[in-house]
């Protein structure tokens, strides 16, 4: 049974730039949360999807947006890339809201 | 807002016994969360508490006070690969989705 995954692992992009993020959830899980983690920090909530809508929103601007498709994977895309969004971002699946299940997170830097 | 308050560090003894404390205010509570986390990995599940209480799981036991907005996480016979970092964090409540973290204990493991 496969876990969260997410991709890619790692990437670089410079300032202005525009990223997308993708995540497959544990297998029968239908909510997906996505989590800012910088560095030395405690994950940060950014948003959750439950049957493909935004059910909730953390303290993040609109360059933050986010889907989920039918089978329940989803994608963050971040605009207008700063210095400052260079982080892990976690992809957390769970069955409604139960205790979640992260993946291995992708890891932005931002030059 | 939510202020979850925990220890940066703590040094132990492999063998030896580390109380990691976790306290909380939050503008609602339905359930404290801990969370291991190895550096470049996920974090992992370790407990779920929401009533006061001791709840035990092999080396590994988690307390809650509810009226004292305090939980610990108590690590007994301390192997190496316990060197982690430890996250406490607290679901808000009803009708709120997110998990708000700790900034995290790294705990170090010394043999």
Redesign the interface.
């Given at each position: 049974d496969a876990g969260?995954t997410q991709s890619p692992t790692h990437l670089i992009k410079t300032r202005g730039q525009q990223v997308t993020l993708r995540c497959s959830p544990k297998s029968g899980h239908d909510?997906v949360?996505w989590?800012q983690q910088a560095l030395?920090?405690?994950?940060?909530?950014i948003f959750?999807y439950?049957e493909e809508e935004e059910?909730?929103r953390?303290n993040f601007p609109d360059r933050f947006s986010g889907h989920q498709f039918p089978n329940y994977s989803s994608e963050l895309n971040v605009n207008a890339l700063l210095l400052g969004d260079s982080a892990l971002y976690?992809c957390a699946s769970s069955l409604s809201?139960e205790?979640?299940?992260?993946?291995?997170?992708s890891r932005l830097t931002v030059l | 807002g939510q202020n979850i308050d925990q220890p940066t560090e703590m040094t132990a003894t492999e063998g030896a016994i580390v109380q990691i404390n976790c306290t909380y205010q939050t503008s609602g509570f339905n359930g404290l969360f801990w969370y291991q986390q190895h550096a470049g990995e996920a974090p992992t599940f370790l407990s779920y508490n929401v009533l006061d209480g001791l709840e035990e799981k092999g080396r590994f036991s988690s307390f809650l006070s509810r009226s004292k907005g305090y939980s610990y996480l108590l690590l007994k016979e301390l192997q190496m690969k316990d060197s982690a970092s430890y996250l406490c964090a607290v679901n808000p409540g009803t009708n709120d989705y997110k998990l708000s973290f700790g900034a995290g204990t790294t705990v170090t493991v010394r043999a």
């Open positions: 969260v909510t949360s989590y030395g920090q405690g994950p940060q909530f959750q439950y059910r909730q953390g976690l809201t205790r979640l299940f992260f993946g291995e997170g | -």
